[in-house]
C-alpha cells in the first residue's frame, strides 16, 4: 500500500506543490491522475520513488517511511517500483532485448556489468516481457526502427522485467496517436489485471483515463479535488478538477487534449 498522510511538498524556490495531501492507493489499483498544467501531478508520482523529498508530513510504500530511506535503501525501493517516461528513455542505437536487459543491470555482479554478460534466465526474463506486451518478434530489431508505441511498449517490458509491484508512468501516453496511446493504456490494464501490479498514471486525456484506470484523483493547484472511481467523474466533476477551463470547444490546451481524444 502507498500511503500520504498530511504531506505536503515545497520546492526550495518556495513553491508549494503539494499541499495536505492524504491517500491511501492499494495494492493492485489502476488510478489516473489528472488535473490542469502545473497542479502538482508530476510532482506527486515522483515522491512516491523519491524522485522528489517530501517537505511535511508522511509518505510510506509497503509499511516503509520514505524520507527515513537513504542510500542503498532508496535503491531497493526504486527496483520495487518501476517508472515510464513520455520520452521512453531507450537507447535508440542498441536493440530492443539489449534495452529489456538494462533492468537487471542494478543487481548484477561488478564483473557482469563491465563485460555485458547476462545469464540464461535474466535472457529468458526479458523475452518473457517482451512477449507480455505483445512485441517478442522484435527483440533483434533496434529500438529506433520502432514506432514510437512500439518503443513505449519496449520501455514497459524493461520495467516489468524489474518484477516491480508498483508502475509509475509520467505521460506515458502524450506523444502517442490516440490508437497506439490506447493500446498502451490496454497494456497497462492488462498488466494491472493479470499481474497484480499497482499502475499509477499522469494523463491528460480524460476520455483514456475514465475508460482505462478504475479510480481517478484530481488534483487543482496542488490539492485533491476527486478520489473517487472513474465511472463517477461527470462534467461537474471535470470543472473542479479543471478549474472551470474544460471547454469542449477548447481554449485551454491540455483541457482540450483532455476530452477531445
Ligand atoms: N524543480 C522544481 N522547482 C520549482 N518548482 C517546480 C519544480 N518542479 C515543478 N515545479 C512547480 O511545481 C508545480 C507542479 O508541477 P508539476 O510538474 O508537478 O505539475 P504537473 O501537474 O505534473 O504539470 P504538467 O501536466 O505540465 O506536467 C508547478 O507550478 C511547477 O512549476
Redo the contacts with the bound molecule.
Keep these: 500500500m502507498i500511503e500520504f498522510k498530511q504531506v505536503q511538498k515545497k520546492?526550495?524556490?518556495g513553491?508549494v506543490?503539494l499541499k495536505d495531501i492524504n491517500l491511501n492507493i492499494e495494492q493492485g489499483e489502476y488510478v489516473a491522475i489528472i488535473?490542469l498544467?502545473?497542479?502538482?501531478?508530476?510532482?506527486l508520482l515522483r515522491c512516491i520513488n523519491r524522485m522528489h523529498d517530501i517537505s511535511e508530513g508522511t509518505l510510506t510504500v509497503e509499511g516503509v517511511e520514505l524520507s527515513k530511506l537513504h542510500g542503498k535503501g532508496i535503491r531497493q525501493l526504486r527496483r520495487k517500483i518501476g517508472m515510464i517516461f513520455q520520452s521512453f528513455n531507450l537507447v535508440t542505437r542498441i536493440s530492443v532485448i539489449k534495452n529489456v536487459l538494462v533492468a537487471f543491470v542494478p543487481e548484477m555482479p561488478f564483473w557482469r556489468k563491465i563485460l555485458g554478460i547476462f545469464t540464461e534466465d535474466e535472457k529468458k526474463r526479458a523475452l518473457m516481457s517482451l512477449d507480455k506486451v505483445g512485441i517478442l518478434d522484435k527483440a533483434y530489431v533496434r529500438v529506433d526502427q520502432l514506432s514510437g508505441g512500439q518503443q513505449q511498449r519496449v520501455a514497459l517490458a524493461r520495467t516489468l522485467a524489474q518484477n516491480p509491484g508498483i508502475i509509475l508512468a509520467d505521460e506515458p501516453v502524450a506523444s502517442l496517436d490516440p490508437v497506439t496511446a490506447n493500446q498502451v493504456m490496454e497494456d497497462f490494464r492488462r498488466i494491472n489485471q493479470e499481474m497484480n501490479m499497482t499502475v499509477i498514471i499522469?494523463i491528460?486525456h480524460v476520455e483514456l483515463a475514465l475508460t482505462y484506470a478504475t479510480r481517478v484523483i484530481g488534483?487543482r493547484a496542488g490539492e485533491i479535488v476527486y478520489d473517487g472511481p472513474s465511472k463517477d467523474v461527470n462534467d461537474q466533476v471535470l470543472q473542479l478538477i479543471y478549474n472551470g477551463q474544460v471547454d469542449k470547444g477548447g481554449s485551454d490546451s491540455?483541457a482540450n487534449e483532455a476530452v477531445s481524444t
Excluded: R
Design positions: 520546492y526550495p524556490n513553491l506543490a488535473g498544467s502545473g497542479a502538482g501531478k508530476s510532482t499522469n491528460h488534483i491540455h
